[in-house]
């Protein structure tokens, strides 16, 4: 047998919303068969007697009807009490809980603009890049494995309107002194730079920094921009911005050769900037970095200064030049000058090409791979010399050198390293060199010169 | 070139903490991977060069729409709807799939209009396709709340677009509790649609017209615009904009019919709070089909469901319906009914929320999140997550309490699929049983394979 | 810990001081100075005139959120705390005042096509010590230090010349001369920017109006230099005025 109550609450409004809520809280009371909390609406009063409550007559639609049917032995308090509760308007806990973050790159624009740094995965980095591109924002595109045709359409879509898009597989940038990616921390001066190449790009940031000549601004644009494919559109983007910034007086693009045809492109646009250009191309029988940034301070009036060496090697018993490599631009410049300098079989390796990097992060970040072939190497006294880069900055891992030092001091052979950084970047270069130089390495800040030594080196006692 | 002010970063934490080092705001997207397999289409979409345009030019020609209730007449006369001839919500469907409510409401629809004398007679009749025919409101013009069975005797409400003069059109809404839109046929159904059909329609007609003729006819995108701003969310609570046409109305009812008529209609309407949603419907019918048919533009043009299936059409791929199984409401229910007695959702109420408002507006209707046992801030976040996956926000129909920002507007299928959030539909629960009617209301999403399949369609049309 | 941005010489100042206390000589919700080694520090939230001498806390609305209660601060390691808070210098800005080259200069001889009406304060100054619109070590004498508050206004109009001669790169040793006392007669903030001024160091109000200086953007650069502080900005300009006017003069 069950038992019926009905009550009726005169003045006691609630919304037809949270009156459903109480209802199935008191539902779920143990003992109660079934229970309706409901304004006395004509629509509920047809539905309580339908159910089989008896309401009492002359109830009007302002009116709380409490109908609630208990099993034998069901607690009629304990059914009203969840009413109660239920009524009771409730504090929100979470009311001051923050927004969500945002999604997508789309609606993090949608409310004001910023600069773009795109880091997904390859095959979702041109979507969230064109997010960029359609709230009129300016992009740096870090991840690499995007297809070539993507970054032909989102370029040809930035030069459309007027915008910049920096990578893909872009890994340094400086935009107005703030560095994106794997960039040194710099002073702002009167040298700008466009890149194809990260640590290219560092190395000069390094140079130019050692020499006292600030950087407000380096604009990567990826490996490809100057490709025949891609034909340089970010570069001459990149050469627009630099010009009609009047702080900067000189403009070093650093680059693989181009193709011909894009070559021949840039140069007739560089020909119609107020700024001068110059062009830094990395490849055989061209001048290596150093030397370029050489020239950029003759042309500032800047005198050269001597660069750095701290701590000293000795030859060993000669043999051909191991270069152990985590910036691709470091790796093949120093394979330039040794092959340049000494025809024997030289190996020279990248840690960052892809081969290395597929489900691992950079070297710069995770040094694991690297660190296992210096030991190998350093033991092996088939080895003439090891020639290493550690690249420090913004986004580089905290200290190198301490995972670095263990792994050279026992070294049988002569190591070289350059150490590409600034003074103000986060890893204190002073200390790094230092820590390096007292493991037995000879430190060297322009990895061209690091090269000719490691080829002197490796020539061994004889 | 100056420092950024501001930096978008999207992926690796560790370059967005390198940015943040230097003393630069850094917003950090919530990037996670898209929906499985929809790399390539998404790509291929994105690099469409119409698409920008395109989806500015929808968004922009449905938000410049005004819906205007110019007039009340029956099917027969306004779609040439024919005798055997039903309409019905959601994306097309035969006898043989369609569920109980909306069998339901056919076989009180056939007997409404006297091709059988009961009811249940008329389940042979479908079964043999003698003479009856069904087709989708979508394809008239026209929108249907739940089951939307409409019939050539039913009357509609007319919106029109003045500037184009284009219209839709929708029944006039039952009432709660037992009705055919929730798939009952009993005979106080069949009455009371007579009554609608008798009296009430064309009480309407005169109101409407001599509203329309005398002062301009009623801005129903007005009160859309003003019942946001009094708790409605013009899906699931309708209150103040029933109330508000009723305003606009109740005059020129009373001045041209019959005194006692005039005032059981007022009674109707003004008893039955989601009076007003059925002309909700057709406005946003009517703003969402002034962005239809924009080759490239990958914006959602409706949402509907028939009660088995869930299908939309997007601008850039014509008519076409891309459909998924119709998934079961969470919310409560009403009396003794329990999950087992709903059948999945059903409806083209859901053109609502493909234009704003609804799920979309659940923070200016804080109430409805109580449907399921949810909270104020639930609602808050649910219109913020829908603009994670909309093209803009609408101006003229804000939230006040979020700062009065439009409501999220022009739902994009790549970003549904970019995001994996799915747009959400405030609902009633029809009974899977014909018959039964209403078992109760909540919240429900669209099945999420038909984004892709959208999406896959816009990367073909794209190629 | 909030990262902030630092002209160049802020950093190397806080780098070159020993660890240990740093006294706190001005504390608002927008701005905390103190005084490393003789030498006034900021820290500036973004609402703050970000002067010369400033680090930038680019990211915090309001410091009071950031620092409560009666906090000290400190230096350690070439980094300034306040309270629990570490501010460590992740950017170097440029401050140094854009070059304006001679045709510029020479450009007009009323350079201002709209001069934004300096408040009353500044122009009854102007009137009373700068009659005849001429800066000497004499006036500059007279400047330094006169005026209220922070920074006295005679020491606005004394930066805003110096700063100009900078960006022309025309020396002003006579002036520096004087300046060079400035500890002793005016706040050490002031003193910090004069200091500054000398170096060619300004706020980016100042830097944009240089870099606008008879173009169609004058005017609203103009307006927003005036817009700095309650006179100090309008100050500057005064100063910078009277400096354009004698170097085209003496050209």
Redesign the interface.
């Known amino acids: 047998m069950s038992t019926d109550h009905v009550t009726i609450r005169t003045g006691a409004y609630a919304d037809s919303v949270a009156l459903l809520q109480v209802s199935r809280d008191v539902q779920r009371v143990p003992g109660v068969a079934t229970a309706q909390v409901a304004m006395a609406t004509p629509l509920n009063v047809e539905v309580l007697t339908g159910l089989g409550f008896a309401v009492p007559p002359g109830t009007t639609p302002n009116d709380l009807v409490v109908a609630i049917r208990l099993e034998d032995g069901g607690d009629l308090d304990q059914a009203i009490a969840a009413v109660d509760v239920g009524l009771t308007p409730t504090r929100s806990a979470g009311a001051a809980r923050e927004a969500e973050p945002r999604r997508t790159t789309g609606s993090a624009l949608a409310d004001s603009p910023g600069l773009v740094l795109v880091s997904v995965p390859g095959a979702s980095a041109f979507v969230e890049a064109m997010d960029a591109l359609d709230a009129g924002c300016d992009v740096m595109v870090f991840s690499d494995n995007v297809p070539v045709a993507q970054e032909v359409s989102l370029k040809r879509t930035a030069a459309e309107r007027g915008l910049l898009v920096m990578g893909p597989d872009c890994g340094t940038a400086v935009v107005g002194g703030v560095g994106l990616g794997f960039a040194n921390a710099t002073v702002p001066g009167p040298v700008g730079i466009v890149a194809a190449s990260g640590t290219g790009c560092q190395q000069v940031l390094a140079l130019l920094d050692h020499a006292g000549v600030g950087v407000t601004s380096a604009l990567g644009v990826g490996g490809r921009d100057l490709s025949a494919d891609v034909g340089g559109t970010s570069t001459i983007e990149a050469l627009r911005r630099l010009d009609a910034d009047d702080t900067v007086e000189l403009v070093l693009v650093v680059s693989k050769p181009p193709a011909p045809e894009v070559a021949a492109r840039i140069e007739e646009f560089a020909a119609t900037l107020a700024t001068p250009v110059e062009l830094a191309l990395l490849g055989p029988g061209q001048p290596d970095l150093t030397e370029a940034v050489e020239r950029i301070l003759a042309g500032l009036d800047v005198q050269v200064p001597d660069w750095p060496v701290v701590g000293h090697a000795e030859p060993g018993g000669g043999g051909p030049v191991r270069g152990l490599f985590v910036g691709g631009t470091t790796c093949q410049e120093a394979q330039l000058v040794v092959e340049s300098l000494d025809p024997r079989d030289h190996t020279f390796v990248d840690f960052g090409d892809d081969a290395y990097t597929q489900g691992r992060a950079h070297p710069m970040i995770d040094p694991t791979l690297r660190l296992e072939e210096v030991r190998r190497a350093a033991s092996d006294p088939g080895t003439g010399a090891l020639l290493l880069d550690v690249v420090l900055g913004h986004g580089a891992e905290p200290d190198p050198a301490a995972l670095l030092a263990p792994a050279i001091t026992d070294a049988a052979v002569p190591v070289v390293v350059t150490v590409v950084g600034t003074r103000l970047d986060p890893q204190d270069r002073d200390r790094q060199v230092r820590v390096l130089a007292e493991a037995g390495a000879e430190v060297h800040l322009s990895n061209a010169a690091a090269a000719r030594r490691a080829v002197e080196l490796a020539r061994g006692t004889r | ?12 934490d ?3 903490e ?8 850094v ?8 929906m499985a397999a929809t ?2 289409d ?2 291929t979409v ?2 469409d ?1 119409r698409r ?1 345009d395109a989806n500015r030019q929808a968004v922009e020609a449905m938000l410049a729409v005004t819906a205007h209730l110019v007039d009340v007449a029956p099917a027969s006369e306004l779609l040439g709807l024919e005798r055997g001839q039903f309409l019905h919500a959601g994306p097309p469907i035969g006898w043989d799939r369609a569920p109980g409510p909306l069998r339901g409401a056919l076989m009180g629809g056939a007997a409404l209009e006297g091709l059988v004398d009961d009811p249940e007679d008329a389940v042979r009749l479908f079964e043999s396709g003698d003479g009856v025919s069904l087709e989708p409101c979508h394809h008239r013009g026209a929108v249907g709340p739940m089951a939307g069975v409409v019939t050539p005797s039913m009357w509609m409400f007319v919106l029109e677009d003045l500037a184009s003069g284009r219209r839709t059109y929708c029944s006039l809404n039952e ?3 037992k009705v055919l839109r929730y798939g009952a046929y009993g005979p106080e159904v069949l009455e009371r649609l007579r009554w609608m059909g008798d009296v009430l329609g064309p009480l309407l007609q005169t109101a409407v017209r001599a509203v329309r003729d005398d002062t301009g006819p009623v801005d129903v995108t007005g009160i859309l615009t003003q019942m946001l701003q009094m708790g409605d969310e013009a899906h699931n ?1 309708n209150r103040a904009g029933t109330l508000m046409l009723l305003r606009d109305l109740a005059p020129a009812l009373v001045s041209h019919g019959d005194r006692s008529q005039a005032a059981e209609a007022l009674r109707f309407i003004g ?1 039955n709070d989601h009076f007003f949603l059925n002309l909700a419907m057709p406005a946003c019918k009517l703003a969402l089909d002034a962005g239809r048919d924009i080759p490239g533009s990958t914006m959602v043009v409706a949402m509907a469901r028939n009660g088995t299936d869930f299908g939309i059409q997007v601008s850039g791929t014509g008519d076409e319906w891309f459909t998924g199984p119709a998934q079961l409401a969470d919310g ?5 009914f329990g999950p087992d007695d709903a059948n999945p959702d059903i409806g083209d109420s859901a053109i609502t929320e493909t234009a704003g408002i609804g799920g979309f507006a659940m923070a200016t209707a804080p ?2 999140v ?2 399921v ?1 949810g ?4 609602a808050l ?1 649910t219109t ?2 829908m ?2 996956i909309t093209l803009a ?1 609408n101006p003229r129909w804000s939230v006040p309490v979020l700062d009065f920002t439009g409501v999220p507007t022009g739902i994009d299928v ?2 549904v699929c ?2 994996g ?1 799915l747009p959400q539909i405030n609902t009633g629960m029809a009974g899977k049983q014909a018959g039964v009617g209403q078992v109760g ?1 909540g919240l429900v999403t669209p099945p999420a394979e038909i984004f892709p399949k959208a999406l896959a369609r816009l990367a073909a049309l794209a190629r | 810990m909030i990262p902030v941005a630092a002209p160049r010489r802020v950093r190397e100042r806080l780098h070159a001081v020993p660890d240990g206390p740093v006294p706190i000589l001005h504390r608002s919700p927008q701005a905390i100075y103190v005084d490393v080694g003789g030498w006034c520090v900021g820290v500036l939230a973004p609402r703050a005139a970000q002067v010369p001498c400033g680090l930038r806390a680019t990211g915090v609305a309001d410091l009071d959120d950031v620092v409560s209660g009666d906090p000290a601060a400190y230096v350690s390691c070439g980094t300034l705390h306040v309270g629990s808070c570490a501010l460590p210098v992740g950017r170097i800005v440029e401050t140094y005042v854009p070059r304006v080259r001679r045709e510029v200069v020479l450009k007009k001889a009323t350079p201002v096509t709209v001069q934004a009406t300096p408040p009353a304060t500044v122009a009854g100054f102007a009137a009373s010590h700068l009659a005849d619109r001429r800066i000497d070590a004499a006036t500059a004498d007279d400047l330094l230090g006169r005026g209220e508050g922070l920074t006295p206004l005679g020491d606005d109009v004394l930066a805003g010349w110096l700063a100009l001669h900078r960006a022309a790169g025309v020396p002003t040793p006579d002036v520096e001369e004087v300046v060079r006392g400035a500890t002793e007669r005016t706040t050490l903030l002031s003193a910090t920017l004069l200091d500054c001024a000398q170096h060619g160091e300004v706020l980016p109000e100042y830097a944009a109006w240089l870099r606008a200086l008879g173009t169609d953007e004058e005017p609203a650069r103009v307006r927003a230099l005036h817009a700095v502080g309650a006179t100090s900005g309008a100050g500057l300009h005064l100063g910078a005025t009277v400096a354009l006017d004698s170097l085209r003069e003496a050209a």
């Open positions: 070139m100056r420092a950024p002010d501001r930096v978008v970063a999207v992926g690796a560790l370059l967005a390198a940015v943040a080092g230097q003393a630069v705001e917003e950090r997207v919530d990037w996670r991977p898209p790399e390539a998404l790509a994105a690099a060069p920008h009432g709660l509790g609570r008893g409560l229910f009403l009396g003794d109430a409805i109580r449907f046992g909270t104020v801030p639930d976040a913020r997550r603009g994670e926000a790549t970003r970019r995001t959030i209301a």
